[in-house]
T-cell receptor, first 118, second 112 residues
């Protein structure tokens, strides 16, 4: 039961162009979504997040879009740079308290390998 | 501001042994979570601690346990190691409940 899915194992983009990474989720109780960047044998680095009460959040070159009705989120990187080459994970967390059981738990997708060519 | 620190970075253990991994969260962060990353299963949630109490636990056998100290530092222990426990173990800390979690570099455990 994979509640967070990244259906594209890899993405290749030219430097300067836009990178779009996609993520789908099935659990409608998720209320907070995050994107992480990861290099092999290192911990994930937090990039950007979005609450379910919003549909867009921007931070520099990174923008995350959330479509709750489609249970879909995407990460846009503009412009893409060779240093952006890494594995990107989306993650989701659910409600806590009042019956919620998601304390401290992030549910991750399987990751997308982004390669940005010079 | 120092990040999340995990020690050791690398470990090699023999089947049947036990191992203890350590995590020091970012100063002021009281929530500490542990994850296991393997090629086949991806990043899987192990458990979460807050103020020395385990509040949430993932779907792992009882051989996996943890604790948190009064200074928020956390340890996880794996007993009776199996070959399948070979993985990257990651610790994350967060300031506010269920928002951004910041990860350490991880401990690479190899069981032979």
């Amino acid at each position: 039961d994979q509640q967070v899915k990244q259906n594209s194992p890899s993405l290749s983009v030219q430097e300067g162009r836009i990178s779009i990474l996609n993520c789908d989720y099935t659990n409608s109780m998720f209320d907070y979504f995050l994107w992480y960047k990861k290099y092999p044998a290192e911990g994930p680095t937090f990039l950007i997040s979005i609450s379910s009460i919003k549909d867009k959040n921007e931070d520099g070159r990174f923008t995350v879009f959330l479509n709750k009705s489609a249970k879909h989120l995407s990460l846009h990187i503009v412009p893409s740079q060779p240093g952006d080459s890494a594995v990107y994970f989306c993650a989701a967390s659910g409600p806590v308290g009042a019956g919620g059981t998601s304390y401290g738990k992030l549910t991750f997708g399987q990751g997308t390998i982004l390669t940005v060519h010079p | 501001k120092a990040g999340v620190t995990q020690t050791p970075r690398y470990l090699i253990k023999t089947r049947g042994q036990q191992v203890t991994l350590s995590c020091s969260p970012i100063s002021g962060h009281r929530s500490v979570s542990w994850y296991q990353q393997t090629p086949g299963q991806g990043l899987q949630f192990l458990f979460e601690y807050f103020s020395e109490t385990q509040r949430n636990k993932g779907n792992f056998p009882g051989r996996f346990s943890g604790r948190q100290f009064s200074n928020s530092r956390s340890e996880m222990n794996v007993s009776t190691l199996e070959l399948g426990d070979s993985a990257l173990y990651l610790c994350a800390s967060s300031l506010v409940l269920n928002t951004e979690a910041f990860f350490g570099q991880g401990t690479r455990l190899t069981v032979v």
